[in-house]
């Protein structure tokens, strides 16, 4: 089972952007940019790129990002209400002390990604790749996490209390770290949890 934290130093900058008026990053490509209290509020990304990128107090409310890239990027304290991913590539990333309330993410690869006691709660992610992520101390509870690839993912003291968890890779989940009471999962992943509890089912 993963134990690992991606712990990784900040991004070196090289140039910073602090107010960010009529942004439009798309088809645009940013690398080592430093965006400090930024209000990206209903900004429209279609395919924009940002490379180890830092966002410091960035506001993303209310965005939508389709095909976009964010790759080896930080976030810290940023906000992601009501914002949605739609086939966005975030591998590497880091997140400390951001807000996901009414977030949406749909497909796109999210692997190695680092979210250590995120609060996803009334979050929806369906149909995203999150392979060796780092999802310890996870709060999820009912939220919505759909057909992903959990992959090798650390998910130590999670919560996913009446999470809804069908279709999404369990095989490195240990069910005695997790807190599960209420969530709904599918006929092959109770028994890869009942497998994983030391149990056996005959008929």
């Known amino acids: 089972m993963a134990d690992r934290t991606h712990g990784r130093q ?12 009529d942004a439009d990053p798309s088809g ?7 965006f400090i209290d930024s209000d990206l509020t209903e900004i429209s990304n279609a395919g924009g790129v940002f490379e180890e990128c ?11 990002h389709t095909d976009a890239a ?21 591998m590497g990333s880091r997140f400390d002390d951001c807000a996901y309330s009414l977030m949406k993410v749909t497909g796109g690869d999210w692997s ?9 709660r009334g979050a929806e992610l369906s149909g995203v790749k999150l392979r060796e992520a780092d999802l310890t101390g996870l709060r999820a509870g ?6 992903l690839d959990l ?34 999962v599918d006929l092959p992943q109770a028994m890869v949890i009942t497998t994983s509890l030391g149990l056996e089912v005959r008929p």
């Open 54 to 64: 830092v966002f410091r107090g960035v506001r993303f409310n209310a965005s939508s």
């Open 10 to 21: 900040t991004p070196a900058t090289e140039s910073t952007i602090r107010d960010w008026d």
């Open 151 to 184: 992959s090798g993912a650390s998910m130590q003291r999670a919560d996913f209390s009446g999470c809804d968890l069908r279709g999404s890779d369990l095989s490195t989940l240990d069910p005695l770290t997790v807190e599960l009471k209420g969530a709904i």
């Open 142 to 147: 009912k939220s919505v996490l759909r057909n």
């Open 70 to 90: 964010f790759v080896n990027c930080t976030f810290v304290r940023c906000s992601f209400f009501d914002t949605t991913f739609t086939r966005c590539k975030l």
């Open 28 to 34: 645009q490509t940013y690398t080592r940019v430093l």
């Open 112 to 120: 190695f990604a680092s979210l250590p006691g995120a609060d996803l």
